[in-house]
């Protein structure tokens, strides 16, 4: 019996959130990390516009959204609509979607809050992974 080769996992990592400070080192570091993974992984990082500028991302593919910028009491409204009504829909292509933000429990469901197999419109998207 022929055993058909497993597809690679593809996992969108949701770093929408990435600001100046903390946040840029975390996702420095996490883009290292992930690029020196062995399991055949295919990450991609998905970022504001510019936001990975000066971040060095090596092979991994970046996928960036523009969002309003001024005026600023919009940024974090605007990303967290995105996050919640826009990113299932852009994140099915994926097979995992990373971040808390991005993932909605399941009605009924016994996974924990942060993890979710459904999205909010249409059919399932991605699991999540907090």
Known sequence: MLRRPMP???????????SEGGGRSYVTNLARELGRDSR?????????DGAFDGIDTGSLPVETI???????????PSRVLFEQL????????????????????????????GVATSGVIGPPSPACLS
């Open 40 to 48: 055949g992984f295919a990450f991609t990082l998905l970022g504001l």
């Open 8 to 18: 690679t996992p593809r996992i969108l990592v949701n770093a929408l959130s990435l």
């Open 66 to 76: 523009r969002l309003p910028s001024s005026p600023r009491a919009l940024r974090v």
């Open 86 to 113: 826009l990113l299932p829909l852009r994140a099915r292509r994926f097979d995992l979607l990373q971040g808390r933000r991005a993932c909605k429990q399941s009605a009924g469901s016994d996974l924990p809050e």
